[in-house]
């Protein structure tokens, strides 16, 4: 039966007067450490350091879908076999839980890619799990231009029809065909990018967000780097009748201008 240690992560970890002789976790890379102390100090610095990284990663999903700013704590235990869980504090929001999920997940897909793991704690009797609490405060770039009554398109698909994906302001997001009839709801953004119907945009270059015949010229707004190109910022492009009209940079300029209203 596996044996639970409550730890905090924060600046430094807070210990209860009945916690056990024991050695904490061993990060990849904080071998070299032998003190507890020097150890949680490693630990803390690996974490932070893959969180922002992760963020920075998906800078351009977290801009375009417009994630909100976050001021809470990820708490996550290191199990008995050294691997990363994030659990749901009744503290944490949704969508705070949606994002912690996916960094914990990543962290550890990028640990056993690398062919390494985390050592787990240990104490007298053998491997004990430990809970941590990881702060994790993110500002968005940019603002935030999601609204309570109007929804606005993330993508137009073409397969055997037309479909275009809605996104609501707690980050549902609804799937119309081409006669404006609700045909699916995704209740995450998880559900989003797994889903049949999306992977395609996942795996592309580009995406559609906008195609349409408007006062009989054909309007076109693509999005570049959204999914497959982290390195280099998203560009929203606006085409009529297939000639370049404007390309933007971030979701401040395209959501200043007038092409914005088409997205709604």
């Keep these: ?17 009945e ?30 350091f893959f969180a922002q990284s992760y963020f920075k990663s998906n800078k351009n999903i977290i801009e375009y879908f417009q994630f909100p700013s976050f001021k809470e704590n990820a708490t996550f235990l290191i199990d008995t076999k050294g691997k990363l869980i ?44 430990i809970n941590f609490a990881l702060p994790i405060n993110y500002l968005p770039d940019s603002k935030i231009y999601l609204k309570d009554s109007i929804n606005p398109i993330r993508f137009t698909l073409n397969s055997n029809q037309k479909f275009t994906v809605r996104q609501t302001k707690d980050f549902k997001f609804l799937v119309y065909n081409q006669n404006n009839e ?11 990018v797994t889903n049949p119907l999306i992977l395609e945009s996942v795996t592309a270059n580009k995406n559609v967000i906008v195609d349409r015949i408007i006062d009989d010229v054909n309007l076109r707004i693509e999005i570049e780097n959204l999914f497959s190109n982290i390195s280099k910022p998203f560009k929203i492009s606006v085409y009529k009748d297939n000639l370049l009209i404007k390309d933007f940079l971030s979701m401040d300029d395209f959501m200043s201008s007038e092409f914005s209203a088409h997205i709604y």
């Design 1 to 17: 039966m596996n044996k639970f240690l409550i730890l905090v992560l924060f600046s430094t970890l807070v210990f209860s007067q």
């Design 19 to 48: 916690t056990p002789k024991y050695k904490m976790p061993v990060f990849p890379g904080c071998d070299k450490f032998e003190t507890n102390d020097e150890l949680r100090v490693c630990l803390q610095e690996s974490a932070s």
């Design 86 to 129: 994030y659990k749901k504090s009744s503290k944490n929001s949704d969508m705070f839980a949606l994002v912690a999920t996916d960094l914990f997940r990543v962290l550890n897909v990028y640990l056993d890619h690398r062919n390494v793991a985390i050592q787990p704690a240990k104490t007298e009797s053998g491997p004990v799990g």
């Design 182 to 192: 609700l045909v699916e709801t995704l209740n995450t953004f998880v559900d989003l």
